[in-house]
């Protein structure tokens, strides 16, 4: 991912350029081996909400979106909704304290 | 960076040259650099380098004040390192004052001599800020606080059904319609505040403080506009910004006629509202501020809540949010809130007023260009951790509670981190 | 008297003028208005931070016992030259002898102190990290006391040193006036603030753990 910039967090510094790949190799990084369907439901109404909105959806959204329960979604991605799963859907860092 | 304008030189002298009171002059005087703060600081200790020791801190704010505020510094500049405010010098303000303090103070408080040194880097802050050169990201957090309320900028609609949920997933637990999580609502006895990432993203705290509400038939409200106890203006010093969002808070504990705001689980967020919202504002408020664990005391004391030691099962440790405990004075507040809901309590090494910050404090969590930092020096922290054999750490700061899970993810700590409000609310017996 | 008599107390009057300016600085910028609702107490906790916070549990001092020790004994030694500087100004006058037994006492107990401020001297110069902390003027101000030290100790073996002895006090005391040496002063008023500050939050005098 030579080619591909980043922030000093590790979020994309350019979103526009979020493909299935990266997700991939970021989530490994987070040590997510596999991306399951679950986790890629959830990417996607991150993703769809961003490409919409211009920011992360609210937990309650993903929730109800994805039919996960909340618990389900922090183990699937251990760092969190914001530093997991929205870096691998390819978001900018949120403000505040994430 | 671009050539500093005389106007932005004379903005930030001004902080300099125009003290308020004599704290400015005496910790600007005070350093005599004999170093032995250096390994009181966790960027030194992480990473060795000598521009990471306190006093250089210290000394980058203290060499202006004599360049431009004493008559040796004006003479003879060489003689006492007195620099001259140049782009050189702003860069390397912005590297170590922003980019390498989380202004927990530990280095005050082993200090040979007694400098405030946090108190300093704030000063370099605000000169900092007054020249417009706050780290973009930090800056970003104070601005989605300032225009939209809360510095996730999260829509009120999306707040309040977050809020509407929260409050259907308390009515099953308890399961009784009454359970309730109130919106708005007058003449309360508590105006109670939020870290906006409870919202967004771990709405589960919210809902054990409400669940702890119930329990105590407390008279409470939340509002759905001004619920953000954070205040990064306390951590870009603007005093100006901090003053704007510190009225938030103090206009609708007004508004909604509460007899008393409580602050919720955020360190800087206490402070700024507790300590230093009244000198943002330049005056006394006519109503009490408490913490969320002074609150949990008071309902343990008497008696209006009941918890079961026997519930949690595992071995706890905590750490000390430093605007809390050192900066706060909660030492024992905190220990017997925690210690009230669990059987195994175990100390940190050190803890107290001389913890070691998370890591993620002075706004490093908003900054992403030191995030490299941020984790090196989160180190020390999840070291602490690990040999403690606890396997819960309650931490009563949402901003640490993130910065721990970093550390938890990144050094492989195997701990569930959670607030004081969902460690009682989980030890709590409901009685109906 | 002698010429140099009168110029080392030139140069002490100028040297206490100068410091209670500075004195007299502080207190007119005054104390800092604080509109908090006050947990603690102010005055306990500035009688903690100017005596037992010193020692309790400081790292400055506990993991550094060899500096602190030295910087405590040459600061001791610098108070006890300052204090036998206006003693000798004043036996001018009173013309009274130092017993022998005591002018032992103090010439092996500057010797001590003298040695430390010259260790702590070549620590600044030798130590990587204290030698990127350091200014001409931190240099120049532990050579000036500690020879100001040296130079008590010979004045007291020998008389002969008068002259010499009195012009260095006075070189000392006016130098005084233009770098870290003022932290004669800002020493106490920053152990004031650090006690009014954490004692208006209730974090000093400190609790014990319970």
Same mark, same amino acid.
């Given at each position: 991912?030579?080619?591909?910039?980043?922030?000093?967090?590790?979020?994309? +510094?350019?979103?526009?350029?979020?493909? +299935?790949?990266?997700? +991939?190799?970021?989530?490994?990084?987070?040590?997510?081996?596999?991306?399951?369907?679950?986790?890629?439901?959830?990417?996607?109404?991150?993703?769809?909400?961003?490409?919409?909105?211009?920011?992360?959806?609210?937990?309650? +959204?993903?929730?109800?979106?994805?039919?996960?329960?909340?618990?389900?979604?922090?183990?699937?991605?251990?760092?969190?909704?914001?530093?997991?799963?929205?870096?691998?859907?390819?978001?900018?860092?949120?403000?505040?304290?994430? | 960076?671009?050539?500093?304008?005389?106007?932005?030189?004379?903005?930030?002298?001004?902080?300099?040259?125009?003290?308020?009171?004599?704290?400015?002059?005496?910790?600007?005087?005070?350093?005599?650099?004999?170093?032995?703060?250096?390994?009181?600081?966790?960027?030194?200790?992480?990473?060795?380098?000598?521009?990471?020791?306190?006093?250089?801190?210290?000394?980058?704010?203290?060499?202006?004040?004599?360049?431009?505020?004493?008559?040796?510094?004006?003479?003879?500049?060489?003689?006492?390192?007195?620099?001259?405010?140049?782009?050189?010098?702003?860069?390397?303000?912005?590297?170590?004052?922003?980019?390498?303090?989380?202004?927990?103070?530990?280095?005050?408080?082993?200090?040979?001599?007694?400098?405030?040194?946090?108190?300093?880097?704030? =000063?370099?802050?605000?000169?900092?800020?007054?020249?417009?050169?706050?780290?973009?990201?930090?800056?970003?957090?104070?601005?989605?606080?300032?225009?939209?309320?809360?510095?996730?900028?999260?829509?009120?609609?999306?707040?309040?059904?977050?809020?509407?949920?929260?409050?259907?997933?308390?009515?099953?637990?308890?399961?009784?319609?009454?359970?309730?999580?109130?919106?708005?609502?007058?003449?309360?006895? =508590?105006?109670?505040? &939020?870290?906006?990432?409870?919202?967004?993203?771990?709405?589960?705290?919210?809902?054990?403080?409400?669940?702890?509400?119930?329990?105590?038939?407390?008279?409470?409200?939340?509002?759905?506009?001004?619920?953000?106890?954070?205040?990064?203006?306390?951590?870009?010093?603007?005093?100006?910004?901090?003053?704007?969002?510190?009225?938030?808070?103090?206009?609708?504990?007004?508004?909604?006629?509460?007899?008393?705001?409580? &602050?919720?689980?955020?360190?800087?967020?206490?402070?700024?509202?507790?300590?230093?919202?009244?000198?943002?504002?330049?005056?006394?408020?006519?109503?009490?501020?408490?913490?969320?664990?002074?609150?949990?005391?008071?309902?343990?004391?008497?008696?209006?809540?009941?918890?079961?030691?026997?519930?949690?099962?595992?071995?706890?440790?905590?750490?000390?949010?430093?605007?809390?405990?050192?900066?706060?004075?909660?030492?024992?507040?905190?220990?017997?809130?925690?210690?009230?809901?669990?059987?195994?309590?175990?100390?940190?090494?050190?803890?107290?007023?001389?913890?070691?910050?998370?890591?993620?404090?002075?706004?490093?969590?908003?900054?992403?260009?030191?995030?490299?930092?941020?984790?090196? =020096?989160?180190?020390?922290?999840?070291?602490?951790?690990?040999?403690?054999?606890?396997? =819960?750490?309650?931490?009563?700061?949402?901003?640490?509670?993130?910065?721990?899970?970093?550390?938890?993810?990144?050094?492989?700590?195997?701990?569930?981190?959670?607030?004081?409000?969902?460690?009682?609310?989980?030890?709590?017996?409901?009685?109906? | 008297?002698?010429?140099?008599?009168?110029?080392?107390?030139?140069?002490?009057?100028?040297?206490?003028?100068?410091?209670?300016?500075?004195?007299?600085?502080?207190?007119?910028?005054?104390?800092?208005?604080?509109?908090?609702?006050?947990?603690?107490?102010?005055?306990?906790?500035?009688?903690?931070?100017?005596?037992?916070?010193?020692?309790?549990?400081?790292?400055?001092?506990?993991?550094?016992?060899?500096?602190?020790?030295?910087?405590?004994?040459?600061?001791?030694?610098?108070?006890?030259?300052?204090? $036998?500087?206006?003693?000798?100004?004043?036996?001018?006058?009173?013309?009274?002898?130092?017993?022998?037994?005591?002018?032992?006492?103090?010439?092996?107990?500057?010797?001590?102190?003298?040695?430390?401020?010259?260790? $702590?001297?070549?620590?600044?110069?030798?130590?990587?990290?204290?030698?990127?902390?350091?200014?001409?003027?931190?240099?120049?101000?532990?050579?000036?006391?500690?020879?100001?030290?040296?130079?008590?100790?010979?004045?007291? $073996?020998?008389?002969?040193?008068?002259?010499?002895?009195?012009?260095?006090?006075?070189?000392? $005391?006016?130098?005084?006036?233009?770098?870290?040496?003022?932290?004669?002063?800002?020493?106490?008023?920053?152990?004031?603030?650090?006690?009014?500050?954490?004692?208006?939050?209730?974090?000093?005098?400190?609790?014990?753990?319970?």
């Amino acid at each position: 991912m030579a080619q591909i910039e980043f922030d000093g967090d590790g979020f994309l +510094v350019n979103p526009g350029i979020w493909n +299935v790949d990266i997700a +991939v190799e970021i989530a490994k990084e987070d040590g997510i081996q596999n991306l399951t369907e679950q986790h890629w439901s959830v990417i996607h109404v991150i993703r769809n909400n961003y490409l919409e909105k211009g920011m992360a959806p609210m937990i309650r +959204v993903i929730c109800k979106e994805t039919n996960l329960k909340l618990r389900e979604i922090y183990e699937l991605f251990p760092l969190g909704p914001a530093r997991g799963a929205c870096r691998i859907a390819g978001l900018p860092k949120p403000d505040g304290c994430v | 960076m671009e050539k500093l304008s005389q106007e932005q030189i004379d903005k930030a002298l001004k902080i300099l040259k125009m003290p308020a009171d004599s704290k400015l002059v005496t910790h600007l005087n005070a350093c005599v650099h004999c170093g032995l703060c250096a390994d009181s600081c966790m960027y030194y200790k992480s990473m060795k380098e000598d521009k990471f020791i306190p006093a250089r801190k210290v000394e980058l704010v203290a060499s202006l004040y004599r360049r431009y505020c004493t008559l040796t510094g004006k003479i003879a500049p060489k003689l006492v390192n007195a620099r001259d405010l140049d782009e050189k010098m702003a860069e390397e303000m912005v590297d170590i004052l922003f980019g390498a303090c989380t202004l927990c103070g530990r280095c005050v408080k082993h200090c040979s001599i007694g400098v405030d040194i946090a108190y300093v880097v704030r =000063i370099g802050r605000q000169m900092l800020a007054a020249m417009g050169l706050v780290p973009a990201t930090l800056q970003a957090t104070v601005d989605a606080a300032l225009t939209t309320g809360n510095n996730m900028a999260i829509p009120t609609e999306e707040f309040v059904d977050t809020i509407k949920w929260m409050e259907e997933e308390l009515i099953d637990e308890m399961q009784d319609e009454n359970a309730r999580i109130p919106l708005d609502e007058k003449d309360k006895n =508590i105006l109670y505040t &939020l870290n906006p990432r409870e919202p967004k993203f771990f709405p589960l705290s919210i809902s054990a403080m409400a669940k702890v509400f119930y329990a105590a038939k407390e008279s409470w409200t939340l509002s759905s506009t001004m619920y953000d106890v954070t205040n990064y203006g306390l951590f870009n010093c603007n005093d100006e910004e901090a003053g704007i969002i510190a009225r938030h808070l103090h206009d609708e504990v007004k508004i909604l006629n509460a007899k008393m705001l409580v &602050l919720g689980e955020c360190g800087h967020g206490s402070r700024a509202n507790r300590w230093e919202g009244p000198n943002y504002l330049g005056m006394k408020y006519d109503f009490d501020m408490i913490t969320v664990a002074e609150l949990i005391n008071d309902y343990i004391r008497s008696g209006r809540i009941k918890l079961d030691k026997t519930i949690i099962k595992e071995r706890v440790t905590m750490h000390d949010p430093c605007h809390l405990v050192r900066n706060g004075g909660l030492l024992n507040e905190l220990r017997f809130a925690v210690k009230s809901a669990v059987n195994d309590f175990v100390e940190m090494n050190p803890h107290g007023n001389d913890n070691f910050c998370c890591g993620g404090g002075g706004g490093q969590l908003a900054m992403s260009e030191y995030n490299d930092r941020r984790i090196k =020096i989160g180190e020390i922290k999840a070291e602490q951790i690990r040999k403690t054999g606890a396997t =819960i750490v309650v931490t009563p700061c949402h901003n640490c509670v993130d910065q721990l899970m970093q550390l938890n993810h990144h050094y492989k700590l195997n701990v569930k981190i959670k607030s004081i409000g969902e460690i009682i609310a989980d030890a709590l017996v409901i009685e109906k | 008297m002698n010429w140099y008599h009168w110029i080392a107390l030139g140069a002490l009057a100028i040297c206490a003028l100068v410091l209670f300016a500075h004195f007299i600085r502080l207190i007119r910028l005054g104390n800092p208005t604080d509109y908090s609702k006050k947990s603690g107490s102010v005055a306990k906790g500035v009688a903690y931070s100017s005596t037992v916070a010193m020692i309790d549990h400081k790292e400055s001092a506990y993991l550094h016992i060899p500096t602190y020790f030295a910087g405590m004994v040459y600061h001791v030694g610098t108070f006890v030259s300052l204090f $036998l500087f206006v003693f000798f100004l004043i036996n001018i006058a009173l013309e009274f002898t130092l017993p022998l037994w005591l002018k032992w006492i103090l010439i092996a107990g500057l010797s001590i102190s003298t040695l430390c401020g010259f260790v $702590l001297f070549v620590k600044r110069l030798l130590v990587k990290n204290m030698r990127n902390l350091s200014n001409l003027d931190d240099y120049l101000s532990n050579l000036i006391v500690t020879f100001f030290q040296g130079m008590t100790i010979g004045y007291l $073996l020998c008389p002969c040193v008068e002259a010499y002895y009195y012009i260095f006090v006075s070189i000392l $005391l006016l130098y005084m006036t233009l770098g870290k040496l003022k932290h004669v002063v800002y020493f106490f008023a920053a152990r004031y603030h650090l006690g009014f500050f954490y004692g208006w939050r209730n974090t000093w005098p400190p609790k014990k753990v319970k």
